[in-house]
């Protein structure tokens, strides 16, 4: 008879499920500004006509470094949901990756204001009882409905998979009552 132990079964295959990242929409407002300022600032170099004119127009850097640098930071921001965790990484010089184990996720929801429905994109929020980060943000991402589903059912097949269960305690106002 062979006494030999049955190898311990491996650890499931982590899977990518999405990839994204946050769209520029959500910067409308700020780019809109470096334009008006931009155009005002070559409307001033023009109408004032001084012979330091040309040098009025390096006033253009300022609100194109501006745009610049936020297009940068988002670019630079991105999510990866797998089957058992969401990746997010951040910045552009030192980066910084911050993982949440999806078992984690206490509670999700999508939003989608009127301005991201009209470019077909939204927001998902993430409550966690992860420590560093209780709550977690995705914004302006496409797709919302459909990574809000696959984030659903990792999540719940995480869940299943450790065994583990969220516990809902009431903390109503009879709890102080003697």
């Not at 470096?34 to 253009?60: E, K």
């Not at 797998?82 to 997010?88: P, V």
């Not at 989608?112 to 939204?122: K, N």
Request: charged fraction near 20%; include cysteine; aromatic fraction near 10%.
């Amino acid at each position: 008879m062979n006494s030999e132990a049955a190898p311990p079964s491996a650890a499931p295959v982590e899977t990518s499920l999405w990839k994204g990242h946050t769209s520029q929409w959500v910067h409308f407002w700020y780019y809109f500004f470096c334009l008006a300022l931009a155009c005002g600032i070559s409307f001033a170099a023009t109408v004032t006509a001084l012979p330091t004119a040309g040098l009025s127009y390096l006033g253009l850097l300022v609100p194109l470094i501006m745009w610049l640098v936020r297009w940068w930071i988002t670019r630079c921001t991105s999510y990866e949901l797998t089957s058992q965790r969401l990746k997010i990484g951040s910045g552009i010089l030192n980066r910084k990756l911050d993982e949440l184990e999806l078992f984690r996720v206490k509670d999700y929801s999508m939003d989608q204001p009127l301005f991201l429905r009209i470019v077909g994109l939204g927001n998902l929020t993430l409550i966690t009882s992860d420590a560093t980060s209780p709550h977690v943000y995705i914004r302006a991402i496409a797709n919302v409905e459909e990574v809000r589903e696959k984030l659903r059912t990792a999540v719940q097949a995480e869940r299943d998979r450790k065994r583990v269960r969220e516990m809902d305690v009431d903390h109503g106002d009879d709890a102080h009552v003697l």
